[in-house]
């Protein structure tokens, strides 16, 4: 087992703790991703402009066999579609609301399926995992209205808000913060908790040029996020909601007390430890429950990597243990009733 450093935030609500060490595997994959990875995140921010086949990301790993063990139904939300899955033996009381990472611009529920699969599994629930609109073809408004799609489907089956996290990675972690806090100004109960992973929150330019030349990351050049909110700011231009350009709002920005308890993982040198640990104290200070870990010598977003890392295991093990946590208040009487799924076989009762 890894060894880990605990430091309590006290007052601040909820943990701080950093993982130590750093597995043989995780060490591999850190430097392979320094080597292949880096060097095209670099070539895109030299010319985003050009017709770059990003949807090849999905597309190759549609080619790989789904996970053996999980049930999968394919889901219609009107404006995008998704997948429900289940692990097997696992149940459907409680539900995960996902949102997979790309920076707004690739990957997909073939990129996530495994990720998703061991969340199912450690949160013992089911997860929704959402192919939102994605840039250049939609604004990053429309992916929120996706997710909050999403959640009025686990609700039209019976969920309660209390039996729903949403969760996401990379740019999936700013969705699942802003589709939260579009919840809590609609008429929708708000859900149990948000599970962030190397979470992309900040969206201001001048913020970000205070803080974003980490060399040590080993997917991204320093300037890399830097160069992806230029293009979002440049492409948003070109696009509009109901006549006017696409919104573009930092969670950062907003109310965090309307906020479900949080946890949030992120590397120790990845480029957006720094939004994670902003959005941890901001969280806190707003008065909400913030649990932050912080893994040394991991890549961004590498709970990815699912049942391929230790640390990788370690962190969503750590996530299904929150999630469980947050959809069973002590004394709970009722529990929901879930609308049977056509073509999801469910060994719960709720289902």
């Known amino acids: 087992m890894l060894s880990s450093e605990i430091d309590d935030a006290g007052e601040c609500g909820g943990i701080s703790r950093t993982h130590l060490g750093g597995s043989v595997r995780s060490r591999v994959v850190r430097g392979a991703v320094r080597a292949l990875a880096k060097p095209v995140v670099g070539a895109w921010m030299a010319r985003p402009d ?29 404006s995008c579609s998704a997948e429900w899955i289940r692990a097997e033996g696992r149940s459907t009381k409680r539900a995960v609301l996902y949102l997979h990472g790309g920076a707004f611009l690739m990957c997909g529920l073939n990129t996530h399926r495994s990720l998703a699969v061991s969340l199912s599994d450690r949160a013992d629930g089911a997860v929704l995992s959402v192919d939102y609109r994605m840039l ?26 209390e039996d729903i996290v949403i969760a996401g990675d990379s740019a999936g972690g700013y969705l699942a913060f ?32 205070e803080h974003d030349m980490r060399s040590a990351c080993p997917m991204f050049p320093g300037s890399a996020v830097q160069s992806l909110v230029r293009y979002i700011e440049g492409t948003h231009t070109r696009l509009t ?27 120790h040198d990845e480029l957006l430890r720094s939004d994670a640990e902003s959005m941890a104290r901001a ?6 429950n913030c649990d932050l870990h912080v893994w040394r010598h991991q890549v961004h977003a590498f709970p990815i990597f699912a049942d391929s890392l230790p640390e990788s295991r370690r962190a969503i093990a750590e996530a299904g243990d929150f999630v469980r946590s947050v959809t069973e208040s002590a004394g709970r009487a009722e529990k929901p009733v879930v609308t049977p799924i056509s073509g999801f076989v469910s060994n719960s009762a709720v289902a």
């Open 50 to 78: 050009l017709a770059w086949p990003l949807s090849v990301v999905d597309g190759a790993a549609s080619l790989l066999p789904k996970p053996s063990g999980a049930q999968y139904v394919n889901v219609d939300l009107g």
């Open 136 to 161: 250049p073809n939609a604004p990053i408004a429309h992916a929120v209205d996706d997710a909050v799609r999403g959640y009025e489907w686990l609700r039209e089956k019976g969920y309660r808000g």
């Open 178 to 209: 802003m589709t939260a806090l579009a919840i809590a100004e609609s008429d929708l109960p708000r859900p149990a908790g948000i599970v962030a992973l190397s979470p992309l929150v900040d969206l201001d330019s001048d913020r970000r040029a």
């Open 241 to 267: 909601v109901d006549g006017e350009p696409g919104p573009l709002i930092c969670p950062l920005d907003n109310d965090l007390s309307v906020l479900p308890p949080v946890m949030i993982h992120a590397g």
């Open 283 to 288: 969280v806190r200070e707003a008065g909400v």
